[in-house]
T-cell receptor, first 117, second 114 residues
Framework: AQTVTQSQPEMSVQEAETVTLSCTYD???????LFWYKQPPSRQMILVIR??????QNATENRFSVNFQKAAKSFSLKISDSQLGDTAMYFC??????????????FGQGTILTVHP | DVKVTQSSRYLVKRTGEKVFLECVQD?????MFWYRQDPGLGLRLIYF???????EKGDIPEGYSVSREKKERFSLILESASTNQTSMYLC?????????????FGSGTRLTVV
């Protein structure tokens, strides 16, 4: 079974600065996908960024980028030029592409990010 | 845009009641999921369904059941609600083709069992 660990329960950052959220995972699979989801106070889960395990290149989406280290099973999220609207709970998630847990998202514990003005 | 709608945003029920949480998606997705979210534990999978009339247990199915009579609707049932089922419940869906692009979530039902 896969496990996803987010070791930072809470983080804070000043507006316009950069912050990195950590995520590690454990799997014996070789083909999988990794995600970061954002959950603001409205509770609506929003997909922030997606990484395919077989791609070496790190995914980027505007101010959001990841550092994907497959051998280390690490998948951190970097938020540049932080904005007040980035304040939310962030979840790291793993999606297996095969095997018995195919198609099921496994989530980490979440990190609460607060952006201060 | 795909929309996943959960019928109640907040719900308060009494211990022992039978509780139905409803989820409807409007984009003809084959796959639907129920998660519960608790502080410090993240989201944990309760049940999922890959097709109508189909259901599979997730990681924490005890005390829950599900029903999927129509493709667009996936119901979570608490047969006899208990206080330890007080939680946030999130429904999600994904198409059979394109499941690897991630889930679309509803905005959650916060259930309190008293």
């Amino acid at each position: 079974a896969q496990t996803v660990t987010q070791s930072q329960p809470e983080m804070s950052v000043q507006e316009a600065e950069t912050v990195t959220l950590s995520c590690t995972y454990d799997t014996s699979e070789n083909n999988y996908y990794l995600f970061w989801y954002k959950q603001p106070p409205s509770r609506q889960m929003i997909l922030v960024i997606r990484q395919e395990a077989y791609k070496q290149q790190n995914a980027t989406e505007n101010r959001f980028s990841v550092n994907f280290q497959k051998a280390a099973k690490s998948f951190s999220l970097k938020i540049s030029d932080s904005q007040l609207g980035d304040t939310a709970m962030y979840f790291c998630a793993f999606l297996n592409a095969g095997g018995t847990s195919y198609g099921k998202l496994t989530f980490g514990q979440g990190t609460i990010l607060t952006v201060h003005p | 845009d795909v929309k996943v709608t959960q019928s109640s945003r907040y719900l308060v029920k009494r211990t022992g009641e039978k509780v139905f949480l409803e989820c409807v998606q409007d984009m003809d997705h084959e796959n639907m999921f129920w998660y519960r979210q608790d502080p410090g534990l993240g989201l944990r999978l309760i049940y999922f369904s890959y097709d109508v009339k189909m259901k599979e247990k997730g990681d924490i199915p005890e005390g829950y059941s599900v029903s999927r009579e129509k493709k667009e609707r996936f119901s979570l049932i608490l047969e006899s609600a208990s206080t330890n089922q007080t939680s946030m419940y999130l429904c999600a869906s994904t198409p059979e083709e394109g499941w690897h692009y991630g889930y679309t979530f509803g905005s959650g039902t916060r259930l309190t069992v008293v």
